[in-house]
Structures are given as C-alpha cells and as structure tokens.
C-alpha cells in the first residue's frame, strides 16, 4: 500500500542553523502539506502546495520557513535559521485532490538546542 | 478562526468497553476525518466522512458525519488494547479547503 514517508525520523540541530526536512508523497497524489505538533499539543496547518506553488499558508509558516518540490518525488520543508521554539514534530501530508482525505507520513522530530 | 471543540479530553475505560468521542464546531465543515496518532507517529487515517447524515464504519469503528455539518462522532466497539491511543477529529472546508482544522484529541486508555 502506497505511503507517504519523511526523513530523518529524528533530526537535532542548534539554534540558528538551517535545517531541510524531507517528504515523499504518495505517487499520484498532486497536494501536498506541512503540519507541525508541539509536543502534547495538537496538530497545525502550515502551508499547502500544488502545482509547484504555495496554495495556503499559516501565520506560523513566516520568512524563515520555504518549501520546494526539487524533483518529481521529493516535497521539502527548510527552516533557515532555527529557533527553540520550532521543537515539534514536523508531518507531510499529501491528497489526490482537495477536499479528499489527507495521508500523512511519520513525522520528523526536530529538536532545536 | 475556525475551531473544532473535541471531547472528552480523555477516557479511561474496562476492555469490551464502547467508546464514544465527538466533535462540534460553530463552522460547517464539507469533510470529516478521523486519525489515530500512537506516541512518536504520524495520524493513520481512520474514516473520511464526505456527506451530511453519512455513517461509515471501518471494522469496530463507526463514524457519523452531523446532519448540521457542524459535527461529528466516533464510535469504538468492544475496545481493546490496541485502540489506546489519541484520536483526533479534522475538517476541511471549501472555502480553506487547502488546510485541515484540528481537534485537540482525545486520549483514550484501557484499564488493565
């Protein structure tokens, strides 16, 4: 069965560095997502993206934050200078149209010293 | 902004034990989903509801999708212990329909 998968699992960084989290969306899906959890808390919306451009983004989702689909399977998420209070896990989720139910993969666990 | 109001926050329950969660909101939403998070994993979607008054269910779990489109409910039959876990209620509308809103969870947990 077709699944979205995301790397790393786990990714420790320092504060002020960039980090780029990476997805694989669902072959045929054509909407992608990012959602971020802070521990115990629950999941937020930060940015869609169809048709290689932003559809929708969040207050969260400011300058530091930038997406890009480099290739045909690849869906990254760059945070450009990291702070401590982008801990969280970190989802991709991708769609075959809008409106259709999302699948998300297995997360990345960004902790930020 | 738009906001999902989901209870209970958690539930302690025997095995065998049904299981009833729910979710309002004072928007209409277009879809339901329901995910299960375990600790440290992405949501696994559950059920996807598209149609007001729709019911679906998926093996033990049934899910209805609110005549008013502003609310939802699960339903776990006869749990066991692999249902423990956080269970989050998520809606799409037409008109945000790029973002799913959120649920808070509810935890549920199986006493021994």
């Known amino acids: 069965e077709p699944e979205v998968t995301q790397t790393p699992s786990h990714q420790v960084t320092q504060m002020g560095q960039e980090v780029i989290l990476r997805c694989v969306p669902i072959s045929n899906h054509l909407y992608f997502y990012w959602y971020r959890q802070i521990l115990g808390q629950k999941v937020e919306f930060l940015v869609s993206?169809?048709?290689?451009?932003?559809?929708?983004k969040s207050e969260i989702f400011d300058d530091q934050f930038s997406v890009e689909r480099p290739d045909g399977s690849n869906f990254t998420l760059k945070i450009r200078s990291t702070k401590l209070e982008d801990s969280a896990m970190y989802f991709c989720a991708s769609t075959v149209r809008t409106g259709s139910e999302q699948f998300f993969g297995p997360g990345t666990r960004l902790t930020v010293l | 902004g738009q906001q999902l109001n989901q209870s209970p926050q958690s539930m302690f329950i025997q095995e065998g034990e049904d299981v009833s969660m729910n979710c309002t909101s004072s928007?209409?939403?277009?879809?339901w989903l329901w995910y299960k998070q375990d600790p440290g994993e992405g949501p696994v979607l559950l059920i996807a509801?598209?149609?007001a008054g729709e019911l679906t269910s998926n093996g033990r779990l049934t899910a209805q999708f609110g005549i008013t489109r502003k609310d939802s409910f699960l339903n776990i039959s006869a749990s066991i212990p692999s249902d423990v876990g956080i269970y989050f209620c998520a809606g799409l509308r037409w008109d945000s329909n790029y973002q799913l809103i959120w649920g808070a969870g509810t935890k549920l947990i199986i006493k021994p």
């Open positions: 928007s209409i939403f277009n879809t």
């Open positions: 993206f169809y048709n290689n451009e932003i559809s929708e």
């Open positions: 509801l598209y149609k």
